[in-house]
């Protein structure tokens, strides 16, 4: 994503490409991804303000990583400092996730920042089937891994699980942040 254009805009040109690229309609999408069509729309047309939570719906029902909605594969040197970057925010939690990486054409992962703090957790939906997470933890403390048994790290631990199946990551200390890499099958 270049600094001249606004997340907004990135995410409408990613959702009418792959939109496109599916052969499918607005009306449709909105269905599958369990969203209001005028919500796709706003999304769409730039003026939508989405969550984490739509951005996976959108990605899940597209068959698609969510990364692809947000930024096209670089190429040559990217750099992208602290604080910068196209960052989503969760719904109901305080998580905040910045893309850093997508995959290349044929590539199996895409690195994402993730900040957090104490509160509700992010309790996600399993994601694209054979999709697992890595989490290296590099601030605070958090609990991390499958919803039913997620285990408790400290700066430099490392945590890898199923991103198919329920799973959540929930700070226990301010100023919490970790690198997570998806990798798809």
Same mark, same amino acid.
């Not at 599916?22 to 209001?36: E, Q, T």
């Not at 990486?101 to 690195?111: E, F, H, K, Y």
């Not at 703090?117 to 997470?133: Q, T």
């Not at 919803?147 to 700066?155: G, Q």
């Given at each position: 994503?270049?600094?001249?254009?606004?997340?907004?805009?990135?995410?409408?040109?990613? @959702?009418?490409? =792959?939109?496109?690229?599916?052969?499918?309609?607005?009306?449709?999408?909105?269905?599958? /991804?369990?969203? #209001?069509?005028?919500?796709?729309?706003?999304?769409?047309?730039?003026?939508?303000?989405?969550?984490?939570?739509? @951005?996976?719906?959108?990605?899940?029902?597209? #068959?698609?990583?969510?990364?692809?909605?947000?930024? %096209?594969?670089?190429?040559?040197?990217?750099?992208?400092?602290? !604080?910068?970057?196209?960052?989503?925010? %969760?719904?109901?939690?305080?998580?905040?996730?910045?893309?850093? /990486?997508?995959?290349?054409?044929?590539?199996?992962?895409?690195?994402?920042?993730?900040?957090?703090?104490?509160?509700?957790?992010?309790?996600?939906?399993?994601?694209?089937?054979?999709?697992? =997470?890595?989490?290296? @933890?590099?601030?605070?403390?958090?609990?991390? !891994?499958? %919803?039913?048994?997620? &285990?408790?790290?400290?700066?430099?631990? *490392?945590?890898? *699980?199923? #991103?198919? =199946?329920?799973?959540?990551?929930?700070?226990?200390? %301010?100023?919490?942040? /970790?690198?997570? &890499?998806? =990798? *798809? /099958?």
């Amino acid at each position: 994503m270049t600094a001249d254009r606004s997340p907004a805009s990135v995410i409408a040109e990613g @959702l009418r490409r =792959e939109r496109q690229r599916a052969g499918i309609s607005l009306s449709d999408l909105a269905r599958r /991804a369990g969203i #209001g069509k005028s919500t796709l729309s706003q999304l769409e047309s730039g003026t939508g303000n989405p969550n984490l939570e739509t @951005l996976w719906a959108l990605g899940g029902a597209l #068959g698609i990583p969510v990364s692809r909605l947000l930024s %096209a594969p670089a190429t040559g040197v990217t750099v992208i400092r602290a !604080g910068e970057g196209p960052t989503i925010d %969760a719904l109901e939690s305080r998580y905040h996730a910045t893309l850093l /990486a997508t995959s290349p054409a044929g590539g199996r992962r895409d690195l994402y920042r993730i900040t957090a703090e104490p509160g509700e957790p992010r309790e996600s939906d399993p994601h694209l089937a054979g999709l697992s =997470e890595h989490v290296v @933890l590099c601030t605070g403390r958090a609990l991390a !891994g499958p %919803a039913a048994s997620p &285990v408790e790290l400290a700066p430099g631990d *490392y945590v890898s *699980y199923p #991103g198919d =199946e329920p799973h959540v990551f929930r700070a226990l200390a %301010a100023g919490t942040s /970790a690198v997570l &890499v998806q =990798e *798809y /099958a």
